[in-house]
């Protein structure tokens, strides 16, 4: 099929555009004279890399400028660790991990495919602690935190139906946290804090507790009442806007998958996003990309 004359057009057009900017594109790379106008440059700047993906927004962003398009060429490899040994690799139940490690207190803090949670040296790679679970840790997240008063940093991390409080410096659980370091919360996220409580984004709810004790504090529902499908659980990713206390949540696909008869309608809040007002206590507002979703299309 020949291209059409506007597209034609399109193509001649974007090349000029290209041709006459002053420092080419670069993938992977950012450019330092990016306009930044009206962005809140505190919404983008901080010192650790205090939740998997970066920070609350998601943003996967950090502004640093020690890296940059003279030096990336000389980048080399300083040290690595590995969790399982290459011996043990068909013993070892393993699960695949979806989230990136955190930075904090000079520690970089990774789940592993083998269930474990360890800390490395972020320069030496020496194997500060190590936690071995039972169960898959946070594949899709984990969260830390500096306490104000204590000076320490935690990190909270979900492990099956738990949600744990981790002393960063030695890997022992906060036992003044729920019950001897955990919670009751389930979880396929990252979790989030905001404003000194820990906010906890289950498949279709959120539950928020106090973050020094562990005491529950609410906990509310993001299903449709309505609802007439199972699952459009919230696997994906969830955002939280700080400044105005709005959590963003990613729903899946209703099921049953293909076959719709059983779940007729337009199965609200799944394949949507839906935005939860942390002030008001509700649902802000939902869209919903697909309705009567037979296709598999979670948002996510």
Do not use: C
């Amino acid at each position: 099929r020949s291209p059409s004359a506007e597209s034609i057009e399109y193509v001649k057009n974007q090349n000029e555009i290209t041709k006459n900017l002053k420092e080419p594109f670069i993938e992977g790379l950012i450019n330092t004279n990016f306009d930044t106008t009206g962005v809140k440059n505190n919404y983008f700047k901080f010192e650790n890399w205090n939740r998997s993906h970066g920070d609350h927004a998601n943003t996967k962003f950090h502004p640093s400028k020690q890296i940059n398009k003279n030096n990336i060429s000389r980048l080399k490899l300083v040290w690595k660790y590995q969790s399982i040994r290459n011996d043990e690799l068909e013993k070892k139940f393993v699960r695949n991990v979806e989230s990136n490690p955190i930075f904090i207190d000079g520690k970089i803090i990774s789940t592993t495919p083998d269930w474990r949670i360890i800390a490395n040296n972020a320069i030496t790679g020496e194997l500060i602690w190590d936690l071995q679970s039972l169960h898959q840790t946070g594949r899709r997240g984990m969260v830390s935190y500096n306490d104000t008063i204590t000076g320490n940093n935690y990190l909270i991390a979900p492990i099956q139906n738990k949600i744990y409080k981790i002393n960063v410096k030695n890997g022992n659980l906060e036992n003044n946290f729920g019950n001897k370091g955990s919670v009751n919360a389930y979880t396929l996220v990252a979790p989030l804090i905001y404003k000194k409580k820990l906010l906890v984004v289950g498949t279709n709810t959120i539950t928020i507790f106090n973050l020094v004790n562990g005491k529950q504090i609410n906990k509310f529902s993001l299903r449709h009442k309505d609802r007439n499908f199972s699952r459009g659980a919230i696997w994906g990713g969830v955002g939280l806007d700080k400044e105005k206390g709005i959590v963003y949540a990613t729903t899946g696909n209703p099921q049953p998958g293909v076959y719709g008869v059983n779940r007729p309608g337009e199965n609200k809040n799944s394949s949507s996003i839906i935005a939860f007002d942390l002030n008001k206590d509700k649902i802000l507002w939902t869209f919903q990309e697909t309705i009567h979703d037979l296709w598999d299309f979670d948002i996510s």
